[in-house]
């Protein structure tokens, strides 16, 4: 894949591990991103890093940042079940927009843009989700800004056929340079003693995607002929799973000390909606959310029968393979996740 590609949200999370396959593999890679110390690493590794927040960017910041692009990879998100509208709006959609109108503006040939399976959920038990379905409404002010970015490049797409955009929702990405999945966890643990109270002990099923599984799936967007442009498609690791067969996995060879406390669902929804009260009035995000605790609770589980067929997308990681992958990495930079 010889072709300058530019990757967004690079200095942490998915971004940081796409940039670091790319540079493994002596493509020329531009990076983009708002933590300046993860710039210097990404530059130390041979990718060109321009530090910028998309929100704010001007006309003349994205003409630079595009110049000579021949694929985007747009990892860059507000991620969090918590915060204002106005700050999702302008980080998700806002920036998206304008970023898809420079592309196409600079000749870019493909548009790779990183979604979210947030957008399915509505308190329901939901198995084999499709990438057609759409809940009544949005359980939240992420997953609602993410359909509506989908939106925005869907229309760009139509618009402008020289330009091919493919959308990827990787559900429940985790390992190398995670700062949402297991951070979250981690923190949970810590604030509760070892004690981690989960809905349904947590044996709710789920789907997890390793991240090096995403990035592969990036790539195949990237390359693959027969995707039309404006297309969404569900990655996962194609192992339906249970939270608390993978905990016990990670946190036991993380040599942690926990208890998995089962909690009735109503007590912990019950707190979540008074912690998000008090948040509205602290400012400050709540340890539970309804969502997060809804997320514990409910089976969700995804196709990808459609990445197999028009990407031909299949995991290179099993889940143990990146559970293992994972725990060698939290070991070796255990300062990160305050282990």
């Known amino acids: 894949m010889n072709i300058t590609t530019l990757v967004t949200g690079a200095t942490s999370g998915l971004g940081r591990n796409a940039a670091e396959f790319l540079a493994?593999?002596?493509?020329?890679?531009?990076?983009?991103?708002?933590?300046?110390?993860?710039?210097?690493?990404?530059?130390?590794?041979?990718t060109e890093f321009a530090p910028l927040d998309l929100a704010s960017a001007s006309s003349a910041d994205l003409e630079r940042l595009l110049q000579g692009v021949?694929?985007?990879?747009?990892?860059?998100?507000?991620?969090?079940?918590?915060?204002?509208?106005?700050?999702?709006?302008?980080?998700?959609?806002?920036?998206?927009?304008?970023?898809?109108?420079?592309?196409?503006?600079?000749?870019?040939?493909?548009?790779?843009?990183?979604?979210?399976?947030?957008?399915?959920?509505?308190?329901?038990?939901?198995?084999?989700?499709?990438?057609?379905?759409?809940?009544?409404?949005?359980v939240n002010h992420y997953a609602s800004?993410?359909?509506?970015?989908?939106?925005?490049?869907?229309t760009v797409a139509a618009a402008n056929p020289d330009i091919t955009f493919v959308t990827l929702r990787?559900?429940?990405?985790?390992?190398?340079?995670?700062?949402?999945?297991?951070?979250?966890?981690?923190?949970?643990?810590?604030?509760?003693?070892?004690?981690?109270?989960?809905?349904?002990?947590?044996?709710?099923?789920i789907d997890l995607t390793y991240v090096g599984n995403?990035?592969?799936?990036?790539?195949?967007a990237t390359t693959c002929r027969d995707v039309r442009s404006g297309e969404a498609f569900n990655i996962t690791n194609n192992e339906s799973t249970c939270l608390r067969d993978v905990l016990d996995a990670l946190l036991t060879r993380l040599g942690m000390v926990y208890r998995i406390k089962d909690v009735p669902y109503p007590v912990l929804d019950l707190a979540a909606r008074a912690m998000q009260r008090w948040a509205a009035v602290s400012?400050?995000?709540?340890?539970?959310?309804?969502?997060?605790?809804?997320?514990?609770?409910?089976?969700?589980?995804?196709?990808?029968?459609?990445?197999?067929?028009?990407?031909?997308?299949?995991?290179?990681?099993?889940?143990q393979q990146s559970i293992e992958e994972t725990v060698n990495w939290i070991k070796a930079h255990g300062d990160d996740y305050g282990l």
């Open 145 to 154: 800004t993410k359909a509506q970015a989908e939106d925005v490049i869907r």
């Open 214 to 220: 995403v990035v592969h799936a990036m790539r195949l």
């Open 283 to 319: 400012g400050r995000e709540p340890l539970l959310t309804r969502y997060s605790v809804g997320a514990l609770n409910y089976d969700m589980t995804l196709s990808t029968r459609k990445a197999q067929q028009v990407l031909g997308y299949q995991p290179r990681w099993t889940l």
């Open 170 to 205: 990787p559900r429940g990405i985790f390992g190398p340079h995670d700062r949402v999945l297991l951070p979250r966890i981690l923190r949970l643990l810590r604030e509760r003693g070892g004690r981690l109270p989960l809905p349904r002990a947590g044996t709710a099923q």
């Open 24 to 46: 493994r593999q002596g493509c020329t890679v531009r990076t983009t991103g708002r933590n300046r110390a993860a710039g210097e690493a990404l530059k130390a590794i041979g």
């Open 70 to 138: 021949d694929a985007v990879w747009h990892c860059a998100a507000l991620s969090s079940p918590w915060g204002a509208w106005s700050d999702f709006h302008t980080a998700n959609v806002l920036a998206t927009s304008h970023l898809a109108h420079a592309a196409v503006a600079k000749g870019v040939r493909r548009f790779v843009h990183i979604s979210t399976p947030s957008l399915y959920f509505d308190f329901n038990h939901r198995l084999d989700i499709e990438e057609t379905f759409r809940p009544a409404r949005y």
